[in-house]
């Protein structure tokens, strides 16, 4: 991502910050003009809009995974994701990512203090909100139709304020104590972790978070037989799956091309080859997902190959900008199989997550991350970063192995600090019964007990008590599912 310490500061260029309040020294060295800043102002903000669109597109995804009696929590929460990220991220996110401070957070730039009008930092800023709360909707569709609403109002300020930022700090920013910017003999194994749009710092936080919540929550009543079988549950629409897909790898070219931080001179190319090498990328993981869904179920399974191009998009994110093409389809590849393994792995354990976010995030973000330390490709490492290392497949004076050990790091590092922050809080709403929507909740719908009703006029029937687990045989069914019933039947 964008380097953005303070304000004043941005953009790679051979691994050095330039400074853009320094106007005299820009001029003279051609890096920056006042016009290539207000270039890269639009551009950062034409970015930020399209990463803020994958709140719409997770949107869509996940009300298309559930039952129609939970589409208004669904839509609530990422109402929530968005509007609690931002406020969050304003008075304190930020500054714990970019401020100044220590190796571990940062300590100034709260509340857009010492941003002195500076048009860049306020751009990067709705980016970076951006990035924040596609973290949190990772975790929201994951542990779907289960909870009460009063986990996303714990998990979420949390997750948007300290776990993800100090993630950022650690890896984004110029004094983060896994940071390639570093001085050669402060970086970690010589080298620094390097993770160019996210596949570590947004994709593996919001993955371990799911997963966490996933096994602290528990599965949707009635997903898993006594003995373990797998039972299938309502999903409303894959055409709702499908649109979303679309708008998230629509929305993922602002994510990976926005990181670059700069459109103009140098940048321009390495914005073009991020966006081809994420194309590629998404769809031979796609195309992989359906050779193999089709050779293990029998079909083309929708579902699966949605997920599939999502997989080869988080795979791509952390090495988009510094591997080959060809390099992109292997990793699109891999990444396809290891969410479509993965995700069936899930299933064996009994683990319930409802839009298969940790196979997606958790797995190919951790696939993601280890990729820079096989694929990257030494002469681009050296434009971007300036660090001199590459993949262990390439030759850069023995520093391949060392980018290997540092990418290796870095997701030991994230997934134990996201991973404990998330057992804490989700344990400690699970042990104050402030975690689990009640058995009745759940029968009826989330939206009926927080919402005021349903999304839709008409509805499928209800399960009754006696076909739902945990509930009491002879309890009645509602009145308003058998009319609703009954309205659905006139229509016939």
Avoid at 153 to 159: A, H, K, Q
Avoid at 219 to 232: M, Y
Avoid at 467 to 477: W, Y
Wanted: aromatic share 12%.
């Amino acid at each position: 991502a964008v380097v953005s310490t303070q304000s004043g500061h941005y953009g790679r260029a051979g691994g050095n910050v330039v400074n853009i309040t320094q106007e005299i020294v820009d001029l003279i060295s051609g890096l920056k003009t006042d016009e290539s800043i207000s270039v890269d102002v639009a551009f950062i903000l034409f970015c930020s809009v399209l990463v803020f669109s994958m709140q719409l597109g997770f949107s869509l995804l996940e009300i298309g995974c559930v039952s129609m009696r939970n589409t208004n929590s669904l839509l609530y929460q990422n109402l929530m994701d968005a509007s609690i990220a931002a406020v969050t991220f304003y008075l304190l996110g930020y500054g714990f990512a970019y401020g100044t401070g220590s190796s571990f957070i940062g300590l100034t730039n709260f509340a857009f203090s010492g941003f002195d009008n500076n048009s860049y930092t306020y751009a990067f800023w709705v980016l970076q909100f951006a990035f924040a709360g596609t973290t949190s909707s990772i975790v929201a569709g994951a542990i779907a139709e289960r909870c009460k609403i009063t986990t996303y109002f714990v998990f979420g300020p949390l997750l948007t304020t300290l776990t993800y930022p100090v993630v950022v700090h650690w890896v984004w920013s110029t004094t983060g104590w896994a940071s390639y910017q570093l001085d050669e003999e402060s970086r970690l194994f010589g080298v620094g972790a390097i993770d160019f749009a996210g596949s570590t710092v947004v994709h593996t936080v919001g993955g371990i978070t799911a997963l966490v919540g996933c096994i602290i929550l528990g599965p949707r009543r009635g997903r898993f037989t006594e003995d373990g079988a797998v039972v299938p549950m309502p999903q409303q629409s894959i055409a709702f799956q499908t649109a979303g897909t679309f708008v998230l790898w629509i929305g993922w070219y602002g994510f990976n091309v926005g990181s670059t931080g700069s459109i103009a001179n140098e940048y321009a190319i390495i914005a073009a080859k991020v966006a081809a090498n994420m194309t590629i990328s998404a769809a031979f993981a796609g195309i992989t997902c359906t050779i193999v869904t089709k050779f293990v179920h029998g079909s083309l399974d929708v579902p699966m190959v949605n997920n599939g191009i999502l997989a080869g998009l988080v795979s791509i994110t952390a090495s988009c900008g510094i591997v080959t093409a060809y390099s992109a389809a292997i990793i699109g590849i891999l990444g396809g199989l290891l969410y479509f393994g993965s995700s069936k792995l899930l299933l064996k354990m009994n683990i319930d997550d409802v839009v298969d976010a940790v196979p997606v995030h958790l797995v190919c973000g951790i696939w993601g991350t280890l990729a820079v330390g096989f694929f990257a490709y030494p002469g681009d490492v050296d434009i971007q970063f300036g660090t001199g290392s590459c993949g262990i497949f390439y030759q850069c004076g023995g520093n391949g192995g060392y980018q290997l050990a540092a990418q290796i790091c870095i997701i030991l590092a994230v997934v134990t600090w996201a991973g404990v922050l998330a057992t804490l809080v989700f344990w400690l709403l699970k042990a104050t019964n402030q975690l689990r929507a009640e058995t009745e909740g759940e029968r009826v719908g989330l939206d009926r007990t927080y919402h005021g009703g349903y999304c839709y006029e008409l509805m499928p029937p209800t399960p009754q008590p006696s076909e739902f687990p945990g509930l009491i045989e002879n309890e009645e069914a509602d009145i308003d599912d058998v009319e609703n019933q009954k309205e659905l039947s006139s229509l016939d």
